[in-house]
């Protein structure tokens, strides 16, 4: 221990993914696409004209 610290806590980091396609973020978007969950926007304004009506 050091003096003047009480306790340390060791958080472990999320692991590394080599490859992005494997991971479930990857995959529900790709299905967002598939499904023609998407949207489009010609600018940033038009993309607020949408969102916010």
Request: aromatic share 6%; net charge positive.
């Amino acid at each position: 221990m050091l003096v003047g610290v009480a306790s340390v806590k060791v958080q472990k980091s999320t692991p590394k993914v080599d490859d992005i396609t494997k991971t479930s973020h990857y995959k529900k978007a790709m299905d967002d696409v598939k499904n023609g969950r998407v949207y489009h926007a010609n600018s940033v304004d038009d993309m607020f004209d949408q969102i916010l009506g």
